[in-house]
Structures are given as structure tokens and as C-alpha cells.
């Protein structure tokens, strides 16, 4: 055994919530036998840069990269994990493998979801390969109907429209009110507009795909016809595998605030609801899923030992000329406390106050060092003493 009493560990998952546990174990000390299962044959990227940089790449798509692995461990990509045995501690593989394991680390994030019945004409964002056959699309100019008002909706909207698209997109509310809140929604709702696009009447109900058509029926009884449909409706955590595992409680992954579903089993990333100051939630953000890697790790190497995770949101969006960064919980109600900058300008940094006594610093086209902006959101004190 080593230090950690654990010989060998599995981590199931090669998104940046494995990668990143698997980092931290090697960094905490975990010199054992260390296997990552992973699903996709890519090594890990940045799945952010899909709907922001990476549409944009010139040529050779390149700003989804991330540093080699430092890790050492085994992999094992290209295949998914079908069921997870917790009493006789193995890990079974979709090809008929089995793994198994002393302790093992839950990483399997999630997937989107699609508006329609699955047909896979209706394109989603997910996945490297989604951006490579996105790209491959977008080259010939289509009419694209973006179905989805979120953070991804809009990224991927304002992508086709600098690649030269006509779009419209089909929203359930208005876009990014209830991500941002209005005051931040309106922002750039105002740089879509300007940007030209095109916003559906009414939020869209249903897909159907023709030859070389497809058409969006709207919840008003109107239809969009459009070469490319492409849904930014959600996501769904990647928890079937483990149904018979006895470990998910109404269908849903619930961590402790060291990662941690039992000793032996930790959990980090999209799949998995953890504790925060607003209750227990999941939360599908790239930093989320680093945080929460890095805690795991730290809880099979030193046990209650290992600090808990104080979970502050950090979020950020790139879309139609404008940027965003923001540290702490979104959306937001009422107005900002101007700190610097000029928001008529869109160029400025904010601060909304919360009754704990928190708040959330946001940057619009601002450029800050990350660590201010999360003092900021945390202080306690008025914003401008904090700042």
C-alpha cells in the first residue's frame, strides 16, 4: 500500500476534472498504480475554447490545447465505463474490460441535450469532435438556427456570425437573463443586436430534418427553416453507469464537501452536486470542475485531513465583441455598484452586494488580475476598501 493505503486508484473520466485529480495526486505525494478511463480518444483540451476561440481559429484549430498530462498513469481511451461494482471494487468497461480499483474517482461529466428526437443532424457543442464537424459546416456559410439563450447559445451564435452566417436564435426566456440577471443580460443582448442577430419570435418546441433542410417549430405555431440546427439546451450529467451501484440518490450524484461519496469513492466535475453556500448544486463550469478535482485528490492521499472545498463561482463568456468575467453566484438582481470604468462605454468593473455580506465583481471588457476580482466578490467590506 502506499501512503495513502490505497494501491491503485481509477480515474473514470479524461475531462479537466480528471486530468486535473489525477495532477493533484501525483502532486500530493500518490506514487501508486494510477489508470484513467476516458471515453473520447483526445487527450484532455479545453472544452470553454470550443465555443469561443476555437470557432474562430484560423486555419488549424489550436486554442483548445492543453499542456501535456504530468501524471504518468495508464490510459485506457475511447471507451466508456458501463457499471461501476463498489462490493467487489471494479470498474467494467463497454469493450468487456474490467478494472479494478482500491479507490476511484467519478469524473465522467455530461453531455448535451437536444431539443428534438436525437437525430444527429441537430448539432450540439460538446465534444472536440462536435467543433470539428461545427467548423467543417460553418466553411460553407450556412442559414443556422441556434436553439438555446444560455452562455453557450449565444458564444456559438456570435461564432456563426463572424463566420459569415446568416442566424437566428430561439430562446425559452430571454437570452441570458436567467444565467446573468437583466441588467448584465441587457449588456449583451445590445452587442447581439448590433452583431445582426436574428431573435425567434417565440421559444422553439420541436425539430424536423428534411433533405437539406431543417425546419424549427415554434411555440407560437410558426416555423424557421435553416441549413444547420444547432442546440445549446442543456447538459445531463453522465450518471447511468453508476444506476446499479447503489450510490446515486434520486438519480443524482451527492458529494460531501471533500468530494467524497464514501471513502474509497470521490466524485469531481458535472456529474456531481456538492456543497456551496447556496445549498447543494451542480454546477457545469470548467473552474468548478478544477476545484473540485483538486479537492477530491487531496481526500483519497490525507482523508479528513484534506481541506474542504470553499466554492466560489468563477465564470466567464466572449461573445459579439463583448467579454465578461464574474466571481461569485450569478444571476444578479438590481443595479451595480460602479467601481471603475464607464458601463455606458461597456468598458467597466462592477459589484453586486448580497445579504451575506458577499457579493459578485464583475469585469466587461476590463482587464483584471483574476485574484482582485475574487477579492472582490468575497469582501465583506465596502467594495471600494476591498479593491
Known amino acids: 500500500m502506499t501512503s495513502s493505503g490505497f494501491r491503485r486508484i481509477v480515474v473514470v473520466g479524461n475531462g479537466i476534472a480528471g486530468l486535473t485529480a489525477s495532477d493533484s495526486l501525483r502532486a500530493a505525494g500518490y506514487d501508486g498504480e494510477l489508470t484513467v478511463v476516458g471515453n473520447e480518444n483526445h487527450s484532455p483540451y479545453s472544452r470553454p475554447a470550443l465555443s469561443k476561440a476555437a470557432l474562430l481559429d484560423g486555419g488549424e484549430m489550436s486554442s483548445h490545447r492543453l499542456p501535456a498530462p504530468t501524471h504518468e498513469a495508464s490510459e485506457i481511451l475511447g471507451v466508456s465505463a458501463s457499471r461501476l461494482d463498489v462490493d467487489k471494487k471494479v470498474v467494467h468497461l463497454a469493450d468487456g474490460t474490467e478494472v479494478p480499483y482500491d479507490a476511484v474517482v467519478l469524473a465522467t461529466g455530461s453531455r448535451a441535450r437536444r431539443l428534438g428526437s436525437g437525430d444527429d443532424r441537430e448539432l450540439t457543442l460538446r465534444t472536440l469532435d462536435d467543433a470539428l464537424a461545427l467548423r467543417h459546416r460553418l466553411s460553407n456559410k450556412p442559414s443556422v438556427v441556434v436553439l438555446g439563450g444560455g452562455a453557450l447559445g449565444m458564444e456559438i451564435a456570435s461564432g456563426c456570425l463572424a463566420a459569415g452566417c446568416a442566424v437566428t436564435l430561439a430562446s425559452r426566456d430571454e437570452p441570458l437573463i436567467r444565467q446573468l440577471g437583466f441588467h448584465l443580460s441587457q449588456v449583451f443582448l445590445s452587442g447581439a443586436r448590433r452583431s445582426r442577430l436574428r431573435l425567434a419570435s417565440s421559444p422553439a418546441v420541436d425539430v424536423r430534418h428534411g433533405d437539406g433542410v431543417s425546419r424549427v417549430a415554434l411555440a407560437d405555431g410558426t416555423e424557421l427553416e435553416a441549413e444547420l440546427v444547432i442546440s445549446a439546451v442543456g447538459d445531463a450529467p453522465n450518471t447511468e453507469w453508476l444506476q446499479s451501484s447503489g450510490l446515486l440518490v434520486n438519480g443524482e450524484l451527492t458529494v460531501d464537501s ?13 456529474l456531481a452536486a456538492f456543497p456551496t453556500s447556496r445549498g447543494i ?57 460602479v467601481l471603475e470604468g464607464d458601463p455606458q462605454e461597456n468598458r467597466a468593473l462592477l459589484r453586486w452586494s448580497h445579504d451575506d455580506g458577499s457579493g459578485t465583481a464583475v469585469a466587461i471588457n476590463y482587464r483584471i488580475p483574476i485574484p482582485r476580482l475574487r477579492r472582490l466578490s468575497a469582501a465583506r467590506q465596502s467594495a471600494a476598501s476591498a479593491a
Request: aromatic fraction near 10%; glycine fraction near 10%.
Open 258 to 270: 471533500r468530494g467524497r461519496v464514501r471513502p474509497d469513492i470521490v466524485a469531481a466535475g458535472d
Open 281 to 337: 448544486q451542480r454546477i457545469p463550469l470548467w473552474t468548478s470542475a478544477i476545484e473540485q478535482g483538486k479537492v477530491a485528490a487531496l481526500a483519497l492521499v490525507k482523508g479528513d485531513e484534506a481541506p474542504e472545498l470553499d466554492f466560489t463561482p468563477y465564470f466567464w463568456t466572449e461573445q459579439f465583441g463583448l467579454s465578461l468575467k464574474a466571481s461569485g453566484f450569478l444571476p444578479l438582481a438590481g443595479l451595480p455598484e
